[in-house]
């Protein structure tokens, strides 16, 4: 047991660093000032490699003993740690809360663990650093730098001493085998003759006969699942209505090369008829293409942060929606990287597990899988996958039906356009809002009109897809015969009330505004004439300006 008062001697003798606060306390303190300083030093032990940082109450600035009469009742003392573990990532709390009595002064000596491997600590949802003495929220670089040891810190190839090939499946490690087979068909006679310790380690699933995670997480009994813990080896299949309400669910566990059969056969992928349009679509196809639905699964599989302690949700919507998600940050930041990219990302959370699905022929080469579903969507004129990373997370989603058959046709006329092209059209009938260089290169094609956040199909494409009266329609009259109409008004009519204009222009101003948007457009237009001289207000009325 650790000597408290030598400890706190010793730490008296260092002055305040980024894992050492010393606070005189001396009735109370600020519950959520804390929860920061916790959060704050927790991180800076982790970056500066100790195990440990520590908050003491009872000491003034010059490090002499004040004593604190914070929570003196012990009871109410030690609940700050299920308090604190309330507001922080993972649950993470006090290693100890300690008491200690010097010349008849109280004293508390708060042991703050470092945060683990890979997880930085927030408070409340932010994550907290020190610079000095002085609190400050952790820096992008701190934050990617504690995160990156979880890549140089592979989970999934720690060995599990206790383990056997008695804990894994033999219907597994037979589904195993076969899928091996499928990958590598020059092997085909020769694997038959491998007995099953000698498969495992030529399929990568396990080290010199040694069950690793990623053995027991494809491979493994279910029962075997308290081998990975705290990790969870779960996956959520949930049914919901169009109002979001759940209609039925089942969970699932090891081993994952089965489980993901069993998965995908709950997902109802029923037939979808398309509307009708010349010689367009095809007649009926599946709400969603099979490659799609495992390479989301087994991607969740691959890239899922077994030690946040989370499980892998499957989402099916009866109004053709499915949405993956799963635990742990998006290595390669954004899904334009993986894209656009013509190679492999070159780090992964999971290595050792991620080689074993490739081996296995559960997910294609890092990166080409992801493109490959965007393109199958769209020769569909399917939505594209969307990605919402974020909050340790990353959610997919895929429709399994046409949202807008205007931006179908779209798609159709033009075989040409490019997959970024798509994407960016594809935010535009979501109503997703354009950056601008995005709109800049849809308007360099001739493709929408506009200025943001107000753009639409531009004539081109209206010509190319029989929808010139939409386009008449989204572009409406500009903003010069708009005000001829309002002159030509008044000199018909000699006055008129805001209202009248509305009642005229309304239905004339572009379809892409709403109805306030079209108000404040015939306001601004009142202004305009009003600056230029050519009407006034008499208070009640709009009237021709006198020359």
């Known amino acids: 047991m650790l000597d408290m008062k030598a400890k706190l001697n010793k730490l008296l003798q260092s002055n305040e660093t980024e894992v050492l606060e010393f606070k005189e306390a001396k009735t109370n303190y ?19 490699g100790k195990n440990e940082a520590w908050l003491i ?210 997902i109802r992928n029923l037939k979808y008829r398309y509307m009708r349009n010349g010689s367009l679509f095809p007649d009926e196809v599946d709400s969603y293409d099979p490659y799609i639905i495992r390479e989301a699964l087994n991607n969740c599989i691959a890239h899922q942060d077994y030690t946040l302690g989370g499980k892998i949700n499957v989402v099916e919507f009866e109004d053709r929606k499915l949405v993956f998600s799963n635990k742990g940050s998006f290595i390669p930041q954004t899904i334009k990287n993986v894209l656009t990219s013509n190679a492999p990302e070159e780090k992964y959370r999971n290595k050792f597990l991620a080689d074993a699905m490739i081996n296995l022929n559960m997910i294609d080469t890092i990166g080409s899988g992801i493109k490959k579903m965007f393109n ?9 996958p969307e990605y919402n990373i974020g909050n340790e997370s990353v ?86 015969y708009a005000k001829k109409m309002m002159l030509e008004y008044l000199k018909e009519f000699s006055k008129a009330k805001k209202s009248d204009f509305v009642k005229t222009l309304l239905e004339k101003l572009p379809d892409i505004l709403t109805p306030q948007q079209k108000q404040n457009k015939i306001k601004n237009y009142l202004q305009e004439l009003r600056l230029d001289g050519l009407i006034v207000n008499s208070g009640k009325y709009w009237e021709m300006a006198k020359k």
């Open 57 to 266: 109450f009872g000491i003034k600035n010059d490090k002499s003993i004040a004593g604190t009469s914070y929570r003196k009742d012990s009871i109410k003392l030690q609940n700050l740690k299920n308090e604190i573990a309330n507001k922080t990532s993972n649950r993470i709390t006090f290693k100890e809360i300690y008491e200690v009595q010097i010349d008849k002064e109280r004293v508390i000596l708060f042991q703050i663990p470092a945060a683990p491997y890979g997880l930085p600590i927030s408070w409340e949802g932010h994550y907290y650093g020190r610079d000095g003495e002085s609190i400050n929220a952790l820096n992008i670089e701190e934050i990617g730098r504690i995160r990156q040891q979880n890549l140089e810190d592979d989970w999934s190839v720690k060995i599990y001493a206790d383990a056997t090939i008695d804990d894994l499946s033999s219907e597994a490690i037979q589904k195993a085998r076969e899928l091996y087979t499928q990958k590598n068909l020059k092997l085909n006679i020769e694997i038959p003759t491998w007995d099953d310790k000698t498969f495992l380690n030529k399929a990568k699933l396990t080290i010199r006969d040694k069950i690793t995670n990623t053995a027991i997480l494809l491979l493994g009994k279910s029962e075997s699942e308290y081998l990975l813990t705290p990790a969870i080896a779960k996956i959520s299949w949930i049914l919901k209505d169009k109002d979001n309400i759940e209609k039925d669910y089942e969970h699932f566990s090891c081993p994952f090369v089965l489980t993901t059969d069993r998965v995908y056969d709950k």
């Open 376 to 384: 199958i969507q769209r020769h569909k004129y399917f939505p594209l």
């Open 30 to 48: 600020d519950f959520n000032k804390i929860g920061k300083y916790f959060s704050a030093l927790s991180n800076e032990a982790n970056l500066l």
């Open 395 to 480: 959610e997919v989603i895929i429709e399994g039906k046409v949202l807008d058959v205007n931006y179908a046709s779209k798609i159709a006329s033009m075989p040409d356009l490019s997959l970024e092209e798509i994407i960016s059209l594809d935010k535009v009938q979501k109503g997703h809002q354009l950056t601008a260089n995005e709109a800049k290169l849809l308007k360099n094609k001739n493709l929408i009109e506009g200025k943001r956040p107000n753009l639409h199909i531009s004539s081109n494409v209206a010509k190319h897809t029989n929808q010139e009266d939409e386009y008449i329609k989204l572009r409406g009259i500009n903003d010069e």
